[in-house]
């Protein structure tokens, strides 16, 4: 558990990905691009996090039961340490977060821990994020 809120803290310090998919994120650059990064997930226009949680629901269908239950979460985060793929779920509608580890390369099996209370600094750090992606959206 204790590997979960660190992995959720120091997830927090990482850059925004919110620029839009393009054809890139199918020819599997975006596992490195998405590693150690918060992304904003926005359905329309599709951001690059969208794409990267709709690739994590196909290869884990809890994970796909767990969105579709739960709704689309406004960021997510991947991490990888020690061959553990982790993937960061955050609801800032309900201040809480959701850490995901999968069971090893080739499983579809994927473990849930959380929820989580987002910290009021990590509150406004994701909802500076999506301010900056709307400001950008936008024109302004």
């Known amino acids: 558990m204790k590997s979960f809120r660190l992995l959720l803290g120091l997830s927090t310090?990482?850059?925004?990905?919110?620029g839009s998919v393009s054809d890139a994120w199918l020819t599997g650059w975006t596992d490195s691009a998405a590693n150690d990064r918060i992304m904003l997930v926005r359905a329309e226009p599709p951001s690059f996090g969208?794409?990267?949680?709709?690739?994590?629901t196909?290869?884990?269908p809890d994970l796909s039961v767990f969105v579709a239950s739960r709704g689309l979460p406004g960021f997510?985060?991947?991490?990888?340490?020690?061959?553990?793929h982790y993937v960061i779920l955050y609801y800032l509608a309900d201040r809480e977060?959701?850490?995901?580890r999968t069971s090893g390369a080739g499983s579809r099996q994927i473990e849930?821990?959380?929820p989580y209370p987002i910290t009021p600094r990590e509150f406004k750090t994701l909802e500076g994020?999506?301010?900056q992606a709307e400001q950008a959206r936008n024109g302004n």
């Open 76 to 84: 997510i985060a991947e991490i990888t340490n020690r061959n553990q």
């Open 13 to 18: 310090l990482c850059l925004a990905g919110c």
């Open 50 to 56: 969208y794409g990267r949680l709709s690739r994590q």
């Open 97 to 100: 977060a959701f850490a995901c």
């Open 129 to 131: 994020f999506r301010n």
């Open 112 to 114: 849930f821990a959380g």
């Open 58 to 60: 196909r290869l884990y």
